[in-house]
Every structure is written in structure tokens, then in C-alpha cells.
């Protein structure tokens, strides 16, 4: 058995936001390989106790530490970015610090905010191959962000953020022995920096729907799933509303909004009620899943994949969105869904589509057999077998 040490800056449950979704997937998959012992560490997503410190995986124990605590000014005059400061705290030191004392095969830093500790894990790392996560190719994406603010203020901390992450990213990049990304657009950007850049698209771990039929009983109303806990996800939000509502109003569509969104932002648009509705986290999407005649995947900031794609391909839903948010999917993919280029023409597909039952029937069941061809759990287990099980020998050379 290779034993594997998995460094998750936030550990990926509850499986609430997409970088939960993503690392679960690929920690369920490798742990279905059976030949692989893992060990995962890192800081709750709440200060509920893990009561499954397997994470219901087989060979997999979880090392877990309490959340960070926020800290403001200090973390601007880190060299870290914030997260990555935050996220390295002294209870995951102390963990890491017991468990580098063992012999590992792999080492993984799973997403870049996991990496606070870097120094500690290249001194400790013995002879272990090191494999890099990446959630979002950071350096090419965060300055991207920041530019989209306007609070000149808010912008320039956003900016020196972006510059850190582009730094520790590459620290990474150098220290890898292998790297995991979920896009080939992602990909490309890697491949300039390093060898041995591996695309592992997002696997599926939730249930899939029977066939259905939209009919005109199904409410005119989309739906939009996310995580609006990220300051991008946020802007995104803002930008979406504001484009897309008038039209909808207009064309009495309504859009539900799945999901956690800070009270100020619900505050901001509540006038747009009961075109625009807010319902928070819920434990089960399936009512908002059946009365809705499309998800939306219209985000402009973030860049990678949108797991939400998935949600929605796998309980037969139709997608329209942009084709910029669409990273990770395919052509043939893409035929099956409403997209545009900007939101005004994505307002414009979504009234001239929403009433097109034939349509919107037809590519809900395209898409269901694509997705499944392409994100089930067989498929990913067999991408992280290439990646942690080829022979020893071959992870060494990569880095001599």
C-alpha cells in the first residue's frame, strides 16, 4: 500500500462549496483504488467535531484541527495570502510536524491556501513525491479578480493578494512532483511552469435523477446553486443580478438563488422579490431541481470549473450560461446547452429558450449521458491511479 498524506486547508466536509466537492471526489477515488493508505489533515469548516474521522472512505483517517481564526492586519504583513496564513495554523503545525516523522510515499497540497506551511513540509518531506492540487490556476486568475473591483481601497489589497498567491504558487509548481488540475485551459497555463501536469476533471458523488419531463406544469424560474462565501463569488452575484433581473422581471421569469449569500447582499436586492428569491442553504435542492427549467452558469469571475454544471447535468437539468464560465467542458458538451458570450445575450437566450420545451427536454438528456460518461467515480479512479500508483521510480526521476 502507498501511504499518502493529504494537507487540506479546510477539510472537504460539509460538502457545502466546490472545493469540498472537488477534493472529496478526488479523495473518494483514490481510496476506491484500494492501494492506497491515506492520512488527511487540516482545519473544520465549522466548529462542529467530524464525528467520521474516515470521511467514509476505506484506508483513510482524518487529522482534524479547529477553524482558523481570522486575522485582519496580520495577514497583509505576512508573505502569505490570506487564506494560506489563515489556514496554517498552529494546531496543523503541530500535527504535521508529528505526522512528517513517518515515511511517506506522496505528499499532497490539496488547493494553494493549504501551503502556509510549505517551509515545514519541504524540510520534512524526505524522500516523498509532492503532488499540487489546483483548484484555480491562481497566478493567472486572482489578478484577474482584483481588477474587477471598484473600491480603489478593496482593490489594492485584492492586488497584493493576487501577487502572493502568484508567488506561492510557483514556489509550489518548482517543489511538485506532480500536478493535479481540473481544466485543460488550467492545464496549458501549468504546463508552462512545470512537468508532469495531470487533468483530473471533478468527479460526481451525489445521486442522479430518473428521467423527467419539463412540461408546461414546471414553473418559469432558473435556478442558480453556489458558495457565495468568497468575495469573487459575491461580486459575481452582484454582476448577474444586475444584468439578468430587469429582463427576467420583464418576462415574469424568476430566479432562485440556492445557497449561502451574505444578509447585505439579500438586503440590496430584496425589491426584486418575488422575481428574484433568496433561500440559503437548504439540506435537499430537489424541490428548487423540479421546478426549474434551467440552472445558470452565468459566473464571470473565478475561472476553473463549476461544479455546479455537474448538479444540475446529473438531475436533468438544462444549463444556460456563459461560454467563458463553461472552462472544463467540452464542444459536444456545450451543443447540449443555452450559452452566450455576455450576459445581455444570455437574457436574450433565456427568454427565447425558456418557453421550448422540445429544447429544453432534448438537452437535459444529452447532457445527462455525457457527464456520465465522463465524471463518474470509475473514470476518476482510474485518473488517480495513473497519478500516485505508477512506479516509485518515475516520481523520483521528475524531480532530479
Not at 489594492?156 to 509548481?173: P, S, T
Not at 438563488?257 to 442553504?281: E, M, S, W
Request: aromatic share 8%.
Amino acid at each position: 500500500m502507498k501511504k499518502v498524506l493529504w494537507i487540506s486547508g479546510r477539510l472537504p466536509t460539509p460538502l457545502f462549496s466546490g472545493d469540498a466537492l472537488y477534493s472529496a471526489g478526488l479523495l473518494k477515488a483514490l481510496s476506491m483504488t484500494n492501494e492506497v493508505a491515506l492520512s488527511v489533515v487540516g482545519t473544520r469548516r465549522s466548529h462542529q467535531p467530524i464525528t467520521d474521522h474516515g470521511l467514509g472512505l476505506p484506508n483513510t483517517i482524518c487529522i482534524d484541527a479547529p477553524p482558523f481564526r481570522t486575522s485582519g492586519l496580520l495577514s497583509l504583513l505576512s508573505p502569505l495570502p490570506r487564506d494560506a496564513y489563515n489556514l496554517g495554523t498552529p494546531e496543523v503545525e503541530q500535527a504535521l510536524e508529528r505526522l512528517l516523522k513517518e515515511p511517506w510515499d506522496w505528499i499532497v497540497i490539496d488547493h494553494a491556501y493549504s501551503s502556509g506551511l510549505l517551509s515545514l513540509i519541504l524540510r520534512g518531506r524526505r524522500n516523498a513525491s509532492i503532488c499540487y492540487v489546483a483548484h484555480n490556476a491562481e497566478g493567472k486568475i486572482r489578478p484577474q479578480i482584483a481588477s474587477n473591483f471598484d473600491n480603489s481601497l478593496r482593490k489594492v489589497v485584492m492586488r497584493l493578494d493576487a501577487e502572493k498567491y502568484r508567488r506561492l504558487e510557483n514556489r509550489i509548481l518548482r517543489a511538485a512532483d506532480a500536478i493535479i488540475c481540473i481544466t485543460d485551459t488550467d492545464a496549458s497555463y501549468f504546463r508552462s511552469l512545470a512537468a508532469h501536469v495531470h487533468v483530473v476533471p471533478p468527479i460526481y458523488l451525489g445521486q442522479t435523477s430518473a428521467p423527467r419531463i419539463i412540461d408546461a406544469n414546471c414553473p418559469r424560474s432558473l435556478l442558480l446553486l453556489g458558495s457565495f462565501d468568497w468575495i469573487a463569488k459575491q461580486k459575481n452575484l452582484e454582476l448577474i443580478v444586475d444584468a439578468l433581473l430587469p429582463v427576467l422581471k420583464l418576462h415574469w421569469i424568476t430566479l432562485n438563488v440556492v445557497g449561502t449569500v451574505p444578509q447585505t447582499i439579500v438586503d440590496q436586492y430584496v425589491h426584486h422579490r418575488p422575481n428574484l428569491i433568496f433561500h440559503g442553504r437548504v439540506a435537499d435542492i430537489s424541490t428548487y431541481l423540479l421546478s426549474s427549467r434551467g440552472g445558470m452558469v452565468p459566473d464571470l469571475l473565478g475561472g476553473g470549473f463549476k461544479l455546479k454544471v455537474m448538479d444540475y447535468a446529473f438531475e436533468r437539468l438544462p444549463i444556460f450560461g456563459l461560454k467563458e464560465a463553461l472552462a472544463g467542458t467540452t464542444p459536444e458538451e456545450q451543443s447540449a446547452m443555452f450559452l452566450a458570450d455576455n450576459l445581455d445575450d444570455l437574457a436574450t437566450t433565456i427568454v427565447r429558450n425558456i418557453d421550448n420545451l422540445d429544447a429544453l427536454n432534448r438537452n437535459q438528456e444529452t447532457l445527462f449521458k455525457l457527464f456520465s460518461d465522463r465524471f463518474g467515480l470509475a473514470a476518476g479512479v482510474q485518473r488517480l491511479r495513473e497519478v500516485f500508483l505508477q512506479p516509485a521510480d518515475t516520481a523520483l526521476d521528475a524531480r532530479q
